[in-house]
């Protein structure tokens, strides 16, 4: 019983952080997206490819609102702490969120899926998903490109070089 009410008092200190009605629903937004992320990546990558970046315009203006950034990655850090067994704590549920605010928000960032690789070869171990901002992996405690090879990003970089063009 002592231990029903640790996790409960811990999830009532970690929601006292939200506290303005704008971060409530930033955070009731954000959760029920991350809940949604399995449904999600039922689609074809190439589907949900044309999805996200239809849904979201990067402009990537020059001081991108730094405070709205780290609300969203602190919402998102909220839901994935609190939202079990809805919403799971993986790197897909955790990057696909964050890719899809953040990218609303008017970041530049994209989205890697990589497959384990030791030596040089390919393993039959679980992969992993990041982020890419600048070229480098955006939120991440070690570089994952040192342990798995990328093999799809989203959006596809063919994407992200024709909106940078102008057209004529």
Known sequence: M????????RRIRLLRE??????WWLFLRVFLFAATVPLL????LSVLNAWLRRRAAVHDPPGADADAGAQII???ELATALGRPLVR????????????????AGWNLTLCFGAACVDGRLEEAPGHCWLVKDGKPFLEEK??????????????????????????
């Open 41 to 44: 990546f039922c689609f074809k």
């Open 18 to 23: 939200l506290r303005t009605p704008g971060q």
């Open 74 to 76: 602190r919402c998102v």
């Open 89 to 104: 704590a993986r790197c897909l549920t955790r990057c696909a969120t964050l890719l899809y605010f953040l990218r609303r």
């Open 143 to 168: 570089n994952p490109g040192l342990s798995f090879v990328p093999i799809y990003s989203i959006p596809e970089p063919t994407a992200i070089s024709a909106r940078k063009e102008p057209s004529t």
């Open 2 to 9: 002592k231990n029903c009410w640790t996790k409960l008092l």
